[in-house]
């Protein structure tokens, strides 16, 4: 396996490009909640697999409070995240909703930077406002 951080970046665009164009076929005629809510009833236990197979399962003596809830409302971000994106699937054309849900990369530098503490070059931010303006050229109708 990889250990490069581009490589599993890379992986995990092509995944979530497939998992956008099967969503928005897979929702047709159906409510977005309950398709957000059968992606997640598949997401869960694959990825208890993926540890079990792995040998990943960790100890909860070595978890912390901190792991634990940080981790929890992460879960809850997700589960919010998926809400919506379904209900916005819905409605509009595929490439416009990932083109303004992917304005996330812009809204992960801010926070990044802010509650993080994580430096950006001058090119960064120049890549970071040509991923927000292209965001915004993808989504115009």
Do not use: C, Y
Not at 78 to 101: E, H, I, K, M, P
Request: aromatic letters at 12%; zero cysteines.
């Amino acid at each position: 396996m990889s250990n490069s951080w581009v490589f599993w970046a890379f992986l995990s665009a092509l995944f979530a490009a497939v998992t956008n164009v099967l969503a928005k076929a897979g929702i047709s005629g159906i409510s977005s909640d309950f398709g957000a809510f059968v992606r997640t009833l598949v997401a869960a236990p694959a990825m208890a697999l993926v540890l079990w197979a792995s040998g990943q399962f960790s100890q909860p003596a070595e978890w912390t409070l901190r792991n634990v809830l940080l981790l929890v409302f992460s879960g809850l971000a997700t589960a919010a995240s998926w809400l919506a994106f379904f209900r916005a699937l819905n409605l509009g054309q595929a490439a416009q909703v990932v083109a303004v849900d992917k304005l996330s990369l812009v809204l992960v530098a801010l926070f990044g930077v802010a509650l993080l503490g994580e430096n950006l070059t001058p090119l960064n931010w120049l890549g970071i406002l040509l991923v927000a303006a292209g965001s915004v050229l993808v989504a115009i109708h």
